[in-house]
């Protein structure tokens, strides 16, 4: 267990260590150099050299990078372009937004899917059962930011019951109830991205343990159906699903680009596009390499909760799901 | 596989199958697959509806005699079936019938390039991986743990910010950063076989490496691929109008369905029903497209239900194309 949690730490920063190269690289590749945009317009030849040398800008390549990389270990996201502001500075309001509306997201998703599959699996191809299959059909097929669209149609335009867009009412920030009014539109569009697979993950993990001989002999034995199921299945059946839950957990963090660009929320993925079309490339290397480092912590974690939560595995042996 | 199977039975029974009546050749597995695809009335009806878009797409120029480019601001905003409009224009006086048409070309062309390149470096980088095993299969490996923890969407906005938003650059990023799945699943299908006494048996008669690859080993794997394949098909149309919404895709005077939407947006007020028919359009071909790979998966296994690996599946696209 420890030895595999420590291979697993070493293959992990490996793999960071791969994607600030591949970042670093990628940006370096722009057309022209990446920090062309950061020099001022109209200066002769001479004065551009000089202010890119002011900025460290005529170093080699691998100076650069590990320069970068230092700054980085030190949490210095270092600045933008255009008006010299600390990325730092717009990015952490940006992760709580993020934080705010993902987190709401996902607890309702996981409120109302786990339960669900689990009763979808006792009354297989009941009506509740065909409705999930439904939804879910349409949620894998449906650009979800097309259903934003159409849900701000209804509601926002022609029904003027909610808001169009925006974390808060121009007069009322900071306002809980404003901000509820707010996220009710964002929050159903990705609950149901959400909702559409996690109700067929969990009906699906249960209805292999409802397979097993243990359930059959628990009812051989005349115990009574609720308690095989909520007593005897639901324990293993969850295994699975909460190994998913904590592969989803950075996107709490990285967040959700085109929602929060349908309804102009002011977190991290709406920031990632916007810095995308103005060309901010430091912000975008910061914010690529911030989201990365959850997700491997994110898989991380679901590694070792696998191992803790279910004790018939034996990760060591294995040598690890990721190989 | 079946075909050895054939073989040795031919090689039993000749005489009894000579007095009986003469020896049918029994049903390859393309056709026994194919004759219960047939059967599937969901994968069928995914198959018309996806063949209707294709020939539509093809036959734009005949099908209206519109110009989807052709800006014209003394026709804007003209109801549907005015002057032969037949949803009527858009704010700039294109005819929505027409951008419609031409988008279908844009985005199966997308769905299909993206799906056949992620299938050819898929298939190389898993079946080296899976074959030789050793160092090349672990540098291919770390290579795919890169590519899981870089938030893909966000990977697809960097490089499209970087190298500009052409329409062969988005089909490669795409690419670039879909192949994985593939690979991941010809090394599983390697792995199992390589060890198998025909292919020593081949190795033996002195088939090239080359050789035992591709002839003797890829086509085991070639049916989940080709239903890996079809899958992403709707992912890749997925993506397209997802980077296209958020503008950093196919840009005007080309069109796409993504793009059509970003600008009914904007003009939500003016006219709601601009928004509600490029986004039935992607929803209608993804489900067409993902209802066929469902039902090539069920004919070729029809005991196998909403396996893991296709919720992973689905995950990916979700993190990539719909949060």
């Not at chain 1, 890119?52 to 700054?71: C, E, K, T, V």
């Not at chain 2, 009527?88 to 027409?98: H, K, L, N, S, V």
């Amino acid at each position: 267990m420890t030895e595999f949690f420590i291979r697993r730490t070493l293959q992990s920063v490996l793999v960071l260590f791969l994607i600030t190269l591949v970042t670093f690289g990628l940006i370096h590749a722009a057309p022209g150099g990446p920090f062309q945009i950061m020099l001022s317009p109209g200066l002769t030849p001479e004065a551009l050299q000089m202010q890119a040398h002011n900025m460290g800008l005529d170093r080699p390549l691998p100076i650069q990078y590990f320069s970068w990389l230092g700054d980085l270990l030190q949490g210095d996201l270092g600045y933008t372009f255009k008006n010299h502001v600390a990325i730092g500075d717009i990015l952490w309001p940006t992760i709580k937004n993020t934080f705010i509306l993902m987190g709401v997201a996902w607890l309702l998703t996981l409120i109302i899917a786990i339960p669900w599959g689990i009763y979808n699996s006792t009354k297989e191809y009941s009506l509740s059962d065909q409705t999930a299959s439904f939804i879910s059909y349409i949620g894998f097929a449906m650009p979800t930011f097309w259903f934003g669209i159409i849900l701000q149609q209804i509601f926002s335009i022609k029904l003027d019951w909610l808001p169009l867009a925006d974390m808060y009412s121009m007069d009322k920030e900071g306002q809980v109830g404003n901000l509820l009014l707010h996220l009710i539109l964002p929050v159903t569009v990705l609950t149901l991205g959400f909702l559409a697979a996690y109700v067929k993950y969990s009906r699906a993990s249960m209805l292999e343990i409802l397979d097993q001989d243990y359930v059959r002999t628990a009812r051989a034995k005349g115990v009574r159906e609720g308690k095989v199921i909520y007593k005897h299945a639901l324990r293993n059946a969850l295994i699975p699903v909460i190994t998913i839950v904590a592969l989803d957990l950075p996107l709490l963090v990285a967040g959700a680009a085109l929602t929060e660009s349908v309804f102009n929320w002011p977190g991290m993925g709406r920031l990632f596009v916007q810095m995308a079309v103005a060309r901010e490339y430091s912000v975008l290397m910061a914010i690529t390499l911030l989201t990365s480092v959850i997700v491997i912590l994110g898989n991380l974690l679901a590694d070792l909760l696998y191992a803790v939560v279910d004790p018939r595995v034996q990760l060591g042996k294995k040598g690890g799901k990721s190989a | 596989m079946s075909e050895a199977n054939m073989q040795t039975s031919a090689v039993i029974s000749p005489v009894e199958v000579q007095a009986a009546k003469p020896l049918e050749r029994p049903p390859g597995p393309w056709r026994t697959a194919w004759s219960k695809f047939r059967r599937n009335p969901y994968a069928m009806t995914g198959l018309v509806v996806l063949l209707v878009f294709i020939v539509s797409g093809l036959a734009a120029p005949w099908l209206t005699k519109y110009d989807p480019a052709k800006i014209d601001l003394l026709y804007a905003n003209l109801k549907a079936g005015t002057d032969a409009h037949l949803l009527g224009t858009d704010e700039m006086g294109r005819d929505i019938f027409a951008r419609l048409l031409y988008s279908a070309r844009v985005s199966l062309l997308v769905g299909f390039a993206v799906a056949a390149g992620s299938v050819v470096i898929g298939t190389l980088v898993g079946s080296f991986s899976g074959y030789f095993g050793g160092f090349i299969d672990t540098c291919f490996m770390r290579l795919v743990d890169v590519m899981n923890s870089i938030p893909l969407l966000f990977l697809n906005i960097l490089v499209l910010a970087i190298f500009g938003t052409e329409f062969s650059y988005m089909i490669i990023v795409l690419i670039l950063t879909s192949w994985m799945s593939v690979a991941r699943l010809v090394r599983g299908t390697f792995l199992q076989l390589r060890e198998m006494q025909y292919v020593e048996a081949a190795r033996a008669i002195g088939v090239s490496n080359f050789g035992i690859i591709f002839r003797h080993l890829l086509r085991n794997a070639s049916f989940p691929i080709i239903v890996n394949a079809t899958l992403m098909v709707g992912a890749a149309i997925l993506s397209e109008s997802a980077l296209s919404f958020l503008g950093l895709g196919i840009q005007a005077p080309q069109t796409s369905w993504g793009l059509m939407l970003s600008n009914a947006q904007e003009f939500m007020l003016v006219d709601p029903l601009q928004a509600v028919y490029p986004g039935v359009c992607i929803l209608l071909v993804v489900l067409a497209v993902n209802f066929i790979g469902d039902g090539i998966q069920d004919s070729l296994n029809p005991r196998q239900k909403m396996s893991e690996r296709r919720i992973d599946r689905w995950r990916k696209s979700f993190l990539k194309s719909k949060i």
